[in-house]
């Protein structure tokens, strides 16, 4: 069956490849977000618009999610697409699969608002969070790809302002290095149908801007991560980012950090985005709610 639900997936990312009309900012940005009409949310979560530290984003909860406890999700896309509409059926399956309620960010996007923007909005959404009553230890911080370096480059933040420390961070298919030094970025730049060298290009300069790539807080694998939480880091085997991923592991471990690190054989960038139509999506998403079970008291 994972036989075919990647040739599932393949195809159906070749479709949509070959569907999209060129266009600009505003027809990428809804493309991404058609996803919700291709992976609606099951009719037992609940979606509510709501609004953390000044920072807009959505409530996901599925049945029985705990009132004493939360995560804060943070949106793959580049920095430049992507928005809670697009990734809300991955974060009602972690809702479910963690016992937690997600409150997923919309947090602002470049090229209107590059770097520090993001950052500043993923700090503010965990410490309104904290302000509604949510125990530190209580809180995790999640995200995919860009969201997924952004959680790392948050949690540094957080440190650095003196917020309390979360309880737990996880990181999907993290972009944790925007110099782009990997090797994968040209040894897989073939293997993965998700992300291209190009793209990737753009969207750091419309994030980054004049600041330099490898400040801490745009590519937290060169930061210092003493004192953060326990991780855990996904990444698919095939992914141009799979460097990204190890650089980000490697820089934990040699910090102290406690790091759960997967990496998924055959898997392409984001798979757990794609969790209705591939049974590894699936169980990457279940080995994430038991991570948060585990961590989050």
Not at 83 to 100: C, D, F, K, Q
Not at 170 to 182: C, E, H, N, R, Y
């Amino acid at each position: 069956m994972a036989v075919k639900d990647r040739e599932t997936l393949r195809a159906m990312l070749a479709e949509r490849a070959a569907a999209a009309a060129p266009g600009g900012l505003a027809e990428q940005r809804a493309g991404i977000d058609g996803l919700s009409a291709v992976f609606p949310v099951p009719s037992d979560v609940t979606v509510e618009a709501s609004n953390l530290g000044g920072v807009k984003g959505e409530w996901v909860r599925a049945p029985g999610a705990r009132k004493d406890a939360a995560l804060l999700y943070l949106h793959g896309g580049g920095y430049v697409i992507g928005s809670p509409t697009s990734h809300r059926h991955l974060v009602a399956l972690i809702s479910r699969e963690s016992g937690l309620p997600v409150f997923s960010a919309d947090y602002r996007l470049a090229p209107e608002h590059p770097f520090p923007a993001a950052v500043d909005d993923a700090v503010a959404a965990y410490d309104g969070m904290i302000k509604s009553g949510i125990a530190p230890a209580n809180i995790a911080i999640a995200g995919d790809s860009a969201g997924g370096g952004l959680t790392a480059a948050a949690l540094v933040a957080i440190r650095d302002r003196k917020l309390p420390r979360p309880g737990a961070g996880v990181m999907i298919s993290p972009w944790s290095d925007l110099s782009l030094s990997g090797a994968s970025h040209k040894t897989r730049k073939d293997r993965d149908p998700m992300v291209g060298g190009e793209g990737l290009s753009g969207m750091l300069s419309a994030y980054a801007g004049t600041a330099d790539v490898k400040h801490p807080l745009i590519s937290p694998a060169f930061a210092d991560l003493k004192g953060l939480p326990p991780l855990l880091i996904q990444v698919g085997s095939e992914e141009v980012l799979h460097d990204d991923a190890v650089m980000l592991r490697d820089r934990a471990e040699a910090d102290g950090v406690d790091v759960s690190f997967e990496s998924w054989g055959g898997m392409v960038h984001v798979w757990p985005l794609f969790h209705p139509i591939l049974g590894e999506g699936r169980d990457a998403v279940a080995r994430i709610g038991s991570f948060l079970r585990n961590h989050i008291s």
